[in-house]
């Protein structure tokens, strides 16, 4: 089983940068592609970001392309998202997620809060 902790999350201006990281455990991450994901409040889960296994491929929402970037470090076992011009809207909690085939595992999330 992999055990997943998001961190990095945080209050900041509009216009402003975080750093978020997963941090993984349990199993290596280079066995799954991974992903992350928010949750506004009264809102659904929605997509932000994914990668491969290697991290040669990666895929953004719209809302996030060109702010956003996914990146891993397979040998660390972390996953990050490094986000850029950061908007209100942008304010949810984010959670990291491991995926390969049906199997799927989620962290329990870290807030981020934009201000305007």
């Known amino acids: 089983q992999v055990q997943l902790v998001e961190s990095g999350g945080g209050l900041v201006q509009a216009g402003g940068s975080l750093r978020l990281s997963c941090a993984a455990s349990?199993?290596?991450?280079?066995?799954?592609?991974m992903a992350w994901y928010r949750q506004a409040p009264g809102k659904e889960r929605e997509f932000v970001a994914a990668?491969?296994?290697?991290?040669?491929?990666?895929s953004y929402a719209d809302s996030v392309k060109g702010r956003f970037l996914i990146s891993r470090d397979n040998a660390k076992n972390t996953m990050f998202l490094q986000m850029n011009s950061l908007k209100p809207e942008d304010t949810a909690i984010y959670y990291c997620?491991?995926?390969?085939?049906?199997?799927?595992?989620w962290g329990q999330g870290t807030q981020v809060t934009v201000s305007s």
């Open positions: 990668s491969s296994r290697s991290g040669g491929s990666t």
């Open positions: 997620k491991v995926y390969s085939g049906g199997y799927d595992r």
């Open positions: 349990g199993r290596s991450i280079s066995n799954y592609n």
